[in-house]
T-cell receptor
Framework: ELKVEQNPLFLSMQEGKNYTIYCNYSTTSDRLYWYRQDPGKSLESLFVLLSNGAVKQEGRLMASLDTKARLSTLHITAAVHDLSATYFC?????????????FGQGTILTVHP | EPEVTQTPSHQVTQMGQEVILRCVPISNHLYFYWYRQILGQKVEFLVSFYNNEISEKSEIFDDQFSVERPDGSNFTLKIRSTKLEDSAMYFCASIIPGQINTEAFFGQGTRLTVV
């Protein structure tokens, strides 16, 4: 059974600082997603990472995937208050379970002035 | 940009009542999914649907739940007799298989409140 673990689960940051959220998963996969969720809202797709070594950047967020280590990271550069949200990684089980996503627990990010 | 559409956005129902949540997946997608997110928790897989039948379901998806694609465009989730613990956000998703850069698209969700 595919397990996905994120850490930290809670992250309190000062504006302007950098930090990284980690997503570990237990079985082979070649498709990993990062989502942002604001309270009471839907899932906003941030990144889809499709291969080993994939790196994608959008604004202050950068995501990477290491399929050999079964690890993805979401790096936040010079955080701003608008980045406060919950961030989820999700891993596609692949194979006969193609498209079925297993989500991490989520990281609640709070950015303080 | 194509999108997955869910209705209603919020539904309040009494315990024991039947509810039907509706989703219109992206038109050329072939795999469809329902997920659930209890308030403050992670998103959990409920069921996947392909070629007009369930391809996989989780332990959560018991006999109270059913899915169907009645008319080739809508994809519905029915809960026969709702319980308080069914209160959650329900997300529909769809994907087209076989393409390297494909990704799953999620709808905006239906917040179900059982009272």
């Amino acid at each position: 059974e595919l397990k996905v673990e994120q850490n930290p689960l809670f992250l309190s940051m000062q504006e302007g600082k950098n930090y990284t959220i980690y997503c570990n998963y237990s079985t082979t996969s070649d498709r990993l997603y990062w989502y942002r969720q604001d309270p009471g809202k839907s899932l906003e797709s941030l990144f889809v990472l499709l291969s080993n070594g994939a790196v994608k950047q959008e604004g202050r967020l950068m995501a990477s995937l290491d399929t050999k280590a079964r690890l993805s990271t979401l790096h936040i550069t010079a955080a701003v208050h608008d980045l406060s949200a919950t961030y989820f990684c999700a891993v596609d089980a692949g194979g006969t379970s193609y498209g079925k996503l297993t989500f991490g627990q989520g990281t609640i990010l709070t950015v303080h002035p | 940009e194509p999108e997955v559409t869910q209705t209603p956005s919020h539904q309040v129902t009494q315990m024991g009542q039947e509810v039907i949540l509706r989703c219109v997946p992206i038109s050329n997608h072939l795999y469809f999914y329902w997920y659930r997110q209890i308030l403050g928790q992670k998103v959990e897989f409920l069921v996947s649907f392909y070629n007009n039948e369930i391809s996989e379901k989780s332990e959560i998806f018991d006999d109270q739940f059913s899915v169907e694609r009645p008319d080739g465009s809508n994809f519905t989730l029915k809960i026969r007799s709702t319980k308080l613990e069914d209160s959650a956000m329900y997300f529909c998703a769809s994907i087209i298989p076989g393409q390297i850069n494909t990704e799953a698209f999620f709808g905006q969700g239906t917040r179900l409140t059982v009272v």
